[in-house]
């Protein structure tokens, strides 16, 4: 496939995407305490040929967090699938896509794993309140650049200079510590530190085991082939699940590396509902593309399709 092939397929692709997200950027699903984690492997990429192309998969894997209003993005450790790139490189750069813009000069010098990051679709997070980044008493995060002796501190937040504030009585921030800032005009800036949730996505790395014993895990689900079948009359029954649970945990396995093998279990061996002690630890095992048309789902579709379906609402 030649460059200006390529730049097409990718174009059409994240066309595609910003539809997905503006139907999706209203949703309501979300309620209070809920919370939905999402588990990749360190082997996410171990497939892609070069680093640019592991770049822009691992641009999807964010894109899907983004849509679905995920909180947590964990990669977990798959050391028998390594491939040809260095250790940390997917939670690298999976963190990075997820820094805002305006933070990540801040945040983040150069270096190996983010040579090719100018392939990453924007996210275009929205704020907690459903406010734009730019409109009057949005949210935005910013990070502190310079404490003050007299109670105030200055944070870049993404406008055109670094703006000094004052810290609540009730807040204590250091130098380099993300904040929330509520931005009521731009022009004369009016803005606050608020102790409000950041946007977006965490992305952290810990063993899978780590990761569904969470107490917020919720519902944890095995996304795999060979889980049993998702169907409109089953779907009713997960959200009502999930939202007792306060949220679901959902793990993917990776190219050619699916659950089964990277958790050493037998395809057999797992069922819809584990009602037995499962070593996987999973409550449920789930095939989200029932009827796929090829061989093989990549681990970035399947975020795509099992995520609009896991977070429907009744």
């Not at 640019?52 to 691992?58: F, H, P, Q």
């Not at 459903?130 to 007299?150: F, H, K, N, P, Y």
């Not at 609540?168 to 921030?173: L, T």
Request: glycine residues 10%.
């Amino acid at each position: 496939m030649n460059a200006s092939h390529r730049a097409r397929e990718a174009g059409s692709f994240y066309g595609w995407l910003e539809d997905v997200s503006a139907q999706s950027s209203g949703a309501t699903w979300k309620r209070h305490g809920m919370t939905t984690s999402v588990l990749v492997p360190s082997s996410l990429a171990r497939e892609a040929e070069d680093r640019r192309e592991a770049t822009r998969k691992l641009g999807y894997v964010a894109r899907a967090a983004a849509v679905f209003r995920v909180d947590r993005l964990t990669v977990y450790p798959d050391p028998d699938g390594a491939g040809k790139w260095e250790d940390g490189f997917v939670e690298t750069v999976l963190r990075y896509a997820a820094t805002p813009p305006h933070l990540r000069k801040e945040m983040w010098d150069k270096r190996d794993e983010l040579e090719y990051v100018g392939v990453l679709p924007p996210l275009r997070v929205r704020s907690q309140t459903g406010s734009g980044s730019e409109g009057s008493g949005s949210l935005r995060q910013g990070i502190v650049t310079e404490v003050g002796a007299d109670g105030r501190v200055r944070v870049n937040c993404g406008m055109q200079h670094p703006i000094s504030l004052p810290v609540p009585a009730d807040m204590d921030v250091e130098q380099g510590e993300r904040v929330t800032v509520r931005v009521s005009s731009r022009r004369p800036v009016r803005a606050k530190l608020v102790d409000a949730p950041q946007s977006g996505f965490d992305v952290v790395a810990a063993d899978l085991d780590a990761a569904l014993s969470r107490d917020d895990a919720g519902l944890t689900i095995a996304s795999s082939r060979y889980g049993e079948p998702v169907t409109s009359t089953r779907l009713g029954r997960l959200a009502d699940r999930r939202d007792d649970e306060g949220g679901m945990t959902v793990a993917f396995g990776a190219p050619e590396r699916g659950l089964p093998s990277i958790l050493d279990v037998a395809p057999d061996a797992v069922e819809g509902d584990q009602t037995d002690d499962d070593p996987a630890g999973f409550d449920l095992w789930l095939n989200t593309v029932p009827n796929q048309g090829s061989e093989v789902v990549r681990t970035e579709e399947a975020l795509f399709a099992s995520l609009a379906c896991l977070t429907l609402t009744e």
